[in-house]
T-cell receptor, first 113, second 112 residues
């Protein structure tokens, strides 16, 4: 079945460092891909999305490009801030819009001043 | 625009009891999905409701059931609670046919 795999965390960075969180997926057809962020004690917030190959999603300085050839959707940010500390989830919506999202296990990011 | 809201925020139950969690969808949305997020894990899809009927279900037993009301709000019911049901339960709303889902803050359930 469809699945999402994220890099293990936690990822610890200094402020203004470059961030990459790896995400790869297994799916039939052409899923849509998402990154959600979860701050401590809160629900999930949509960060960005891409719906077809080579699309780039971007928001708040974060970017991710839908790479079908490598089945990847890595999250990047050029300069992280302490306020970016959170858990990041990669997710896919299977082809045919089944109404569900399939999530990775999450990657915790800690940014130190 | 009102976002997704859930109640209660926290709940403690004992094994074997039943629980009802509630969700109000974002204004204008007509589908509600429920997810279970165990500690340190990603959310797992339980089911989705559209037009007051179940519209897809994940790998959860029948003791997990739901309702959707005419105003698109929803309930998640769990019978015969087990210790492993302890988790954060997330509700998400969307428009049918659109893949982006918007999540509420969750209800944290502890089963003792």
């Amino acid at each position: 079945g469809d699945s999402v795999t994220q890099m293990e965390g936690p990822v610890t960075l200094s402020e203004e460092a470059f961030l990459t969180i790896n995400c790869t997926y297994t799916a039939t057809g052409y899923p849509s891909l998402f990154w959600y962020v979860q701050y401590p004690g809160e629900g999930l917030q949509l960060l960005l999305k891409a719906t077809k190959a080579d699309d780039k999603g971007s928001n708040k300085g974060f970017e991710a490009t839908y790479r079908k050839e490598t089945t990847s959707f890595h999250l990047e940010k050029g300069s992280v801030q302490v306020s970016d500390s959170a858990v990041y989830f990669c997710a896919l919506s299977p082809s045919g819009n089944t109404g569900k999202l399939i999530f990775g296990q999450g990657t915790t990011l800690q940014v130190k001043p | 625009e009102t976002g997704v809201t859930q109640s209660p925020t926290h709940l403690i139950k004992t094994r074997g009891q039943q629980v009802t969690l509630r969700c109000s969808s974002q204004s204008g949305h007509n589908t509600v999905s429920w997810y279970q997020q165990a500690l340190g894990q990603g959310p797992q899809f339980i089911f989705q409701y559209y037009r007051e009927e179940e519209n897809g279900r994940g790998n959860f037993p029948p003791r997990f059931s739901g309702l959707q009301f005419p105003n698109y709000s929803s309930e998640l019911n769990v019978n015969a609670l087990e210790l492993d049901d302890s988790a954060l339960y997330l509700c998400a709303s969307s428009l049918i046919g659109q893949e982006t889902q918007y999540f509420g803050p969750g209800t944290r359930l502890l089963v003792l």
